[in-house]
């Protein structure tokens, strides 16, 4: 089953040359290409006009696999807790990237937490605006979509280790690339504040500690559950390091300081 866009001309231009410019735009700010193949990749969602900057360094910078594991939130609550789109492609103006339905059956079969499941995806905007960076970075790129809303730690860790298990005995390189946007409608300095005590245990490579310190001090990080199970994955696998490649918040685009949305780009190796 392929996806069409559903936040094409909302989020991200629904023309076709135009979009292809901007993300060339976006991807040319990078400015530090990594050495090392990237493991995984945190990048953000919102609209372009206020997030495109960060994403676009960020994986302007990052070496990701030509086959991609996608981990998203799930806004809209529709579908399974970790929703898996199975088959098919999935299409952007001008474009789209096919799934691997080989790696989807393998980590649907390795694990049952896991469920076959397109509700979950079909109004989802989080991963679908990461799309066209991808595609634009690599055209022949390969994608797995997960939709994560499962909220126990311990289940996400069970998760984690299965799919580790299966793209550690893959035998070809495979990236990690995680949609979450950061604090939402704080004023720019308490926002600033907040995401980087989030931030902290995502550059230390702790997912339990990420988990803990969004729930305890009351973050709004949306994409904590898909950065949580792609951080356990990523250590399974050996990360080793991670940086900070690129923050901003919504106040660079609109100007406005007392109600803005943090966005952060995290490279994984």
Not at 23 to 50: D, I, K, Q, S
Not at 209 to 225: A, E, F, H, N, P
Request: with cysteine.
């Amino acid at each position: 089953m392929d996806r069409s866009p559903v936040v094409a001309g909302r989020f991200y231009t629904a023309d076709p040359r135009a979009l292809a410019r901007e993300v060339a735009g976006y991807l040319a700010l990078a400015e530090t290409p990594e050495e090392a193949p990237t493991l995984l990749a945190m990048v953000p969602h919102a609209g372009y006009v206020f997030s495109g900057p960060v994403a676009g360094r960020t994986l302007g910078e990052a070496r990701l696999a030509p086959l991609v594991v996608l981990l998203g939130p799930n806004h809209t609550g529709q579908g399974q807790p970790l929703a898996l789109w199975p088959s098919g492609r999935w299409t952007f103006p001008g474009g789209g990237l096919d799934v691997d339905a080989g790696l989807a059956g393998a980590l649907l079969q390795a694990e049952p937490r896991l469920k076959a499941d397109t509700a979950a995806h079909s109004q989802e905007h989080s991963l679908e605006v990461v799309l066209p960076f991808l595609a634009a970075a690599n055209p022949q790129a390969a994608i797995v979509p997960i939709c994560v809303a499962e909220p126990r730690y311990a289940e996400l860790e069970a998760v984690a280790a299965s799919l580790a298990g299966v793209l550690g005995a893959l035998g070809r390189p495979v990236s990690l690339v995680v949609s979450s946007d950061m604090s939402h409608f704080l004023d720019d300095a308490r926002a600033r504040r907040v995401d980087a005590l989030a931030l902290e245990p995502v550059l230390t490579l702790d997912p339990r500690g990420l988990y803990d310190t969004v729930r305890t001090q009351g973050i709004s990080m949306c994409g904590v559950l898909p950065m949580t199970l792609g951080l356990l994955v990523a250590k399974a696998l050996g990360a080793a390091s991670a940086r900070l490649a690129a923050y901003a918040t919504s106040a660079a685009a609109s100007g406005d300081t007392s109600r803005v949305v943090g966005y952060a780009g995290v490279l994984v190796r």
